[in-house]
């Protein structure tokens, strides 16, 4: 069962740490006062289980913004609003209440673990998880690409969920590249997710000068880049009504009320991390749908896993 803390409640006790802990309560409460603000400005999140498409494209940490400059594949494009600002949230909001026998899910994201075996037809995870490329440290967008074209091919009375970890660190343009060589830079560090702390790694190599914005921003909008550019060619290979959208957005140093910030850190309300494309696809024929039987879900060993998680940034 989650914490008060981790289902964006506050009980004596941490609120108590966090005003002894100066950092702590200046986090908590721009947390609060963002959250407040965002709302009324933009209401509630989508529910993407909810809504029209045969084919649900997922572009991980992939603002709309970005998205809206790079994106060339025919369409109409809208906003959204994502009910998390990282994966587990996401996941967790959209999946863990429901089933969904209808669907197959092709995912990239280790998050994916915490739903249970029954929550979808079948959740293609493990076979993802195989193309694993230890020199990129993440699965590179084309396995997900295969991947989905085979379980359409052998499930064509499906809905399908494609998620793949890009536009999201580790950054695998030339750019991205460059920076692993110079300075290690691109990988989160494994704590953000917990607290919400912006990445000591980022902000160390951009305060002390080894990477500048123009570069961490180069290198994200090259991996946008790549997302998009594999994301078309799955539109192109299935047929339905195909909706690209994001998990969640990214934050590039963009101030928020008292602090810069960094990744995707947990219960935060902004535009840059709430804000998706929606960006529909439609379809002369539709496909029709039925449910099945849950197939069984074939996990990752316990060390595996956390590798995965940890090379992406995660706890």
């Known amino acids: 069962m989650q914490s008060d803390h981790a289902r964006g409640g506050y009980t004596l006790s941490n609120l108590l740490s966090a005003i002894r802990d100066p950092g702590l309560f200046v986090r908590e409460t721009e947390r609060v006062l963002l959250k407040r603000k965002f709302g009324r400005e933009f209401g509630q999140g989508i529910d993407v289980m909810d809504a029209d498409w045969d084919n649900l494209l997922i572009l991980d940490a992939c603002r709309f913004d970005y998205f809206a400059e790079q994106n060339h594949i025919d369409g109409e494009l809208d906003r959204a609003v994502s009910r998390g600002?990282?994966?587990?949230?996401?996941?967790e909001a959209n999946f863990a209440d429901g089933r969904f026998h209808d669907t197959v899910l092709v995912t990239a994201n280790p998050f994916v673990e915490r739903l249970d075996d029954d929550t979808f037809f079948r959740i293609c995870y493990s076979e993802v998880l195989e193309e694993w490329d230890g020199s990129l440290n993440t699965v590179p967008p084309s396995a997900v690409v295969e991947t989905a074209i085979e379980m359409h091919e052998r499930y064509p009375d499906k809905r399908l969920i494609a998620h793949f970890m890009q536009p999201h660190a580790p950054y695998i343009g030339p750019t991205g590249r460059e920076l692993?060589?110079?300075?290690?830079?691109?990988?989160?560090?494994?704590?953000?997710?917990?607290?919400?702390?912006?990445?000591?790694?980022?902000?160390?190599?951009?305060?002390?000068g080894s990477v500048s914005e123009e570069e961490l921003r180069r290198a994200y909008v090259e991996n946008v880049e790549i997302a998009i550019e594999h994301a078309e060619s799955l539109v192109e290979a299935l047929d339905g009504r195909s909706v690209i959208t994001a998990d969640h957005g990214e934050a590039l140093g963009e101030r928020g009320l008292f602090r810069r910030h960094y990744?995707?850190?947990?219960?935060?309300?902004?535009?840059?991390l709430r804000v998706v494309p929606w960006h529909v696809v439609p379809a002369d024929e539709r496909r029709t749908v039925t449910a099945g039987e849950p197939e069984s879900f074939e996990r990752l060993d316990g060390?595996?896993?956390?590798?995965?998680?940890?090379a992406l940034g995660y706890k």
């Open 180 to 208: 692993v060589e110079r300075c290690e830079f691109g990988v989160f560090n494994p704590e953000m997710e917990r607290d919400g702390i912006p990445s000591d790694g980022i902000v160390d190599v951009i305060e002390d």
């Open 85 to 91: 600002s990282n994966s587990r949230e996401f996941i």
């Open 263 to 272: 990744g995707h850190g947990p219960r935060l309300y902004t535009p840059e």
């Open 303 to 310: 060390e595996t896993r956390d590798s995965r998680l940890q």
